[in-house]
């Protein structure tokens, strides 16, 4: 053979052997990385069988888990149960704990670097860390006791375990900041989790900042358009509420605001909206329109004779959960250890938060009360630290704070404060330097010799036939700052609330307890085993000596300032009504009441379906019948807008037959519906084509139930200039922007999902994925799969009652679900029953981290077992004992 074919003929021999040891190589490499990676999750699942000694433990402890990795814990004293919980929610949660707590104390940078700087510095601004050592240099003893145990308990763990044996996410993290080490957990810690939450459901300052960007390009009257007032066809919450005592003639009558100011202005209050934005993206992009659904129905109406108490509250899409599922068992209860209570709690935070003990169950919807107000502060031109109070120079306190900064040098921050609260301005990029200017802020719109109820503000209809006057116009200071005064920002007595409602047992206890929910402020349903319902609106509401919270106010002198708090006793509550339940979706709370609660309800539309369905109950009410409610995707928005879809005239076979899906639908967000494809991707053109040619786009529509109220008004005017698209020559009028829009939407689902209606569904549209919040959005797809599920079809829309959000000027991905559901039986504590999403567990890959998917998405639910059958369903049990001194 020649030569040179011998070496050919090796080569064809050797390349396929040497193709092979490479695969085998890379083979055994890549089952030695998945080994590695294995080990590395695996060693950071906690122990849940067996014993285990912690120094400081009084009395041994028994911590029993259920098949859903739920832990029941059973302690002999209170010291003791709250060390547990600690403990046991660092097992699961500590990764969530650490990022929380940094965002509490505006600390991310030290965790995630440079990029965390302007989050950082807005966060130091907002200053809740330094509210909470306030706090903490006011609670009593017991409060203390506890938080100090709940920070032994989390600290017994980290002692234990650091770094890859602590969580995943540490293990990656060591390539990112390998020097960053998890401190010991502080009271502090736990007390600034109360005000990130008080944040994330009190941002009604972003409703003011809008519509005063708004007045930049539209008229008052347009502006008040895009914010009606509560629909009177909308149910309230309590509506056969009457003040004992009438105080309306005691108040002032409020004028309604508005800005009419100079371009450094409008760039003040939009580059204040940059932070907040920045901290959506961590926290989620909960608060004004997000709101979830609590409603209770005495035995009078249900099947048992006993009441039913459900909850489900609504909260942006994260993984973990942000609720922890526990029980807290006092072995035997006694006035040191009082406790026999199950249900939902923070990581982070002592007690149960939504839940019921062997006597009462809660739950709990947000107000979306106005306690946050915008003030304009007048700067001395020659002294940038000195502001004007009623024609005096008066100096701000100054706070000076140090950033640590992963991978480089710390920043010094001076925080700025004035009587009102912190100087927002200073944190927004755009007024680094405040330029001088010579127009006005007007006090355009006020409402003459009408005193104040919760509907006062003009309809779009009866706008221009009010009795409207117009104010003298106040200058606008060449030189000025916008403050932020805000309930959260004093210290709170939040903390006390939850342990005294874990332990209250009857509603005089409950009220008690109640009374301290200061911030933020909630709607609580109650019920107890004797029978008994109940409505308590607890929280901190200013009052104002002028002004309704609408719009920024001058700050230079008293004539806005706030007077006081509404008192306890004169806040709204109802016990044992006569229509025999109670409901609350974050919507208004009476129809008329002597105080401003918020001029930015909640529209209830979710309210009004619940009571809906309570109210058309033919037989006693079950339980199988409160998960059918909790379930319910009804579009109340379709029930407006489809007889006009089906009354305008198309002239193709393609969208007459997808015109004909809608003629027997039941107008249920299904998610193998296509009508409900159909109607939902119709709205999301509808919002674009009647708004985007006239707003910011920051401000484009995103279809919640404000803009529900808006179109119902809207669709009564079919020559509104809003159906005019002003891109165009020709002025449209309603039908034609319903024909386009849905011509539009006809095209979009065609596109996307086949030519063929039958086939169309939203549940493919509307999915869900469950993301990490740090990592899970660090833009490198190999660490985003390790932390993050989905997606997950899912039905309904942000204002069914089954309200699983999505934002119409962004896309259809669910932003925002029930975070979890509830529903208490009182007969039979044991009948009880819960789930929430994605699961128990915040480590990767554990059986515990999305294994409630599917039945959330299902409407189904797993028990809520109470203390003497707890036993009978465990499938683990974990041995906490003292250590021996040595």
């Known amino acids: 053979m020649p030569r040179q074919a011998k070496i050919k003929s090796s080569r064809k021999r050797w390349f396929p052997q040497i193709l092979q040891r490479t695969l085998i190589m890379l083979l055994v490499l890549g089952l030695l990385l998945i080994g590695l990676a294995t080990h590395i999750v695996r060693q950071s699942f906690p122990q849940e069988n067996g014993t285990i000694q912690l120094p400081g433990l009084k009395a041994e402890v028994t911590v029993e888990r259920d098949k859903w990795g739920v832990p029941h814990i ?97 293990a990656v993290l060591k390539f990112l900041n390998p020097r960053y080490q998890p401190e010991p957990w502080q009271i502090l810690h736990s007390l600034t989790w109360g005000k990130v939450m008080a944040y994330d459901l009190s941002r009604n300052f972003q409703n003011e900042i809008e519509r005063a960007i708004l007045l930049k390009t539209l008229t008052p009257a347009q502006v008040e358009e895009l914010f009606p007032p509560y629909p009177p066809d909308l149910p309230v919450i309590l509506p056969d509420f009457e003040n004992k005592e009438d105080k309306k003639s005691s108040f002032p009558t409020l004028p309604r605001l508005s800005v009419a100011a100079s371009s450094s202005l409008f760039s003040a209050l939009e580059s204040i909206t940059q932070p907040m934005m920045a901290l959506e993206k961590l926290i989620g992009s909960t608060g004004i329109g ?32 942000i609720w922890y599922e526990v029980g807290l068992h006092c072995t035997v209860k006694s006035a040191e250890c009082p406790y026999n209570v199950a249900g939902f709690s923070f990581a982070g935070m002592i007690g149960v938060v939504i839940g019921h ?85 007007h006090s355009e719109i006020a409402f003459k010799n009408k005193e104040y109820t919760q509907v006062t503000s003009p309809s779009s209809a009866s706008f221009s036939s009010l009795n409207v006057t117009r104010y003298q116009p106040l200058e606008l200071p060449p030189n000025y700052a916008v403050a932020l005064r805000w309930t959260a920002l004093q210290p709170s007595k939040l903390g006390y609330a939850i342990p005294q409602m874990n332990r209250a047992q009857n509603w005089q206890e409950f009220r008690t307890a109640a009374s301290n929910y200061d911030v933020p402020a909630q709607n609580l349903v109650y019920a107890d085993v004797d029978g008994n319902i109940g409505y308590q609106m607890p929280g901190k509401f200013p009052i104002r000596a002028k002004g309704d919270g609408r719009y920024p106010v001058p700050g230079w002198t008293d004539e806005y300032e706030w007077q006081g708090y509404i008192d306890f006793e004169e806040l709204p509550k109802s016990f044992n009504p006569t229509a025999g339940f109670i ?17 930015d309800w909640v529209y209830g539309y979710r309210a009004k379906r619940i009571v809906e ?87 484009f529509p995103d279809g919640g139930d404000r803009w529900y109220a808006v179109v119902a008004n809207l669709v009564k005017q079919p020559d509104s200039s809003w ?77 069914t009652v089954n309200a699983n959000r999505w934002e119409a000027n962004k896309s259809f991905e669910v932003t925002d679900i029930p975070s979890l559901r509830m529903i208490v039986d009182l007969e039979n504590l044991d009948n009880s029953l819960s789930i929430h999403t994605p699961g128990q567990s915040g480590h990767a890959f554990h059986k515990h981290y999305k294994d409630m998917v599917e039945p959330w998405r299902q409407i189904e639910y797993h028990r809520m077992w109470q203390l003497k059958n707890v036993t009978a369903n465990i499938t683990v049990t974990l041995k906490l004992i003292p250590k021996l001194t040595e």
């Open 290 to 321: 997000i709101g979830s659904n609590n409603w209770v129905i005495s035995g009078k109406r249900t099947a048992t004779g006993k009441p039913i108490l459900a909850n489900d509250p609504h909260l942006s899409v994260q993984i973990p959960s």
């Open 723 to 799: 159906w005019d698209n002003h891109n165009t020559p020709k002025a449209e009028n309603r039908d034609q922007i319903l024909r386009e829009s849905f011509t539009k939407a006809v095209d979009e689902l065609e596109r996307i999902q086949g030519k063929d209606p039958k086939n169309w569904n939203w549940g493919k549209l509307h999915t869900v994925t469950f993301r990490n919040a740090t990592l899970g959005k660090s833009g490198v797809a190999p660490i985003e799969a390790l932390f993050n599920r989905g997606a997950f079809a899912t039905a309904g829309n942000g204002e």
């Open 74 to 170: 059973y302690a002999a004293n209170s010291h003791d149960l709250f060390m547990a919980q600690g403990y046991t929610h660092a097992q699961d949660r500590f990764w969530q704990m650490d990022f929380w707590r940094h965002i509490g104390s505006g600390r991310l940078s030290e965790i995630f670097g440079e990029s965390q700087i302007d989050t950082d510095k807005y966060l130091r601004t907002m200053g809740w860390a330094r509210v909470a050592q306030q706090e903490i240099q006011l609670i009593n003893a017991e409060m203390r006791a506890y938080l100090e145990a709940y920070a032994d308990g989390v600290n017994a763990y980290l002692a234990k375990h650091q770094g890859s044996t602590l969580s995943l996410e540490y």
């Open 357 to 441: 003990s062997d006597r009462i169950a809660w739950g709990v919807t947000n107000v979306q009360s106005d306690v946050m107000d915008l003030y304009i502060e007048k700067i001395n031109p020659k002294n940038p630290n000195q502001y004007e109070v009623n024609g005096k120079w008066v100096d701000m306190q100054l706070v000076s704070q140090t950033i640590q900064v992963a991978g480089t040098q710390p920043i010094v921050q001076t925080v700025r404060y004035t009587r009102h609260g912190p100087i927002l301005s200073d944190v927004s990029p755009n007024l680094q330097q405040f330029q001088p200017s010579h127009t006005k802020l």
């Open 613 to 699: 369905m309570i109210s058309q109950q033919t037989q006693p009410i079950s339980l199988k019948d409160v998960q059918h409610i909790q379930g319910d995707n009804r579009n109340l928005n379709a029930q407006t807008l489809v007889p006009l879809l089906q009354s305008i005239a198309v002239d193709t076979p393609r969208l007459q037959a997808a015109q004909k899906l809608l003629r027997d639908w039941n107008l249920q967000l299904e998610m193998t519906s296509p009508a409900a494809a159909l109607f939902e991707v119709f709205w999301k053109h509808l919002l674009a084509d009647t708004f985007d040619d006239q707003l910011p786009q920051r401000y």
């Open 583 to 599: 409901v609350t979706a974050n919507n208004s709370v009476m129809r008329e009441y002597p105080y401003l609660i918020t001029a």
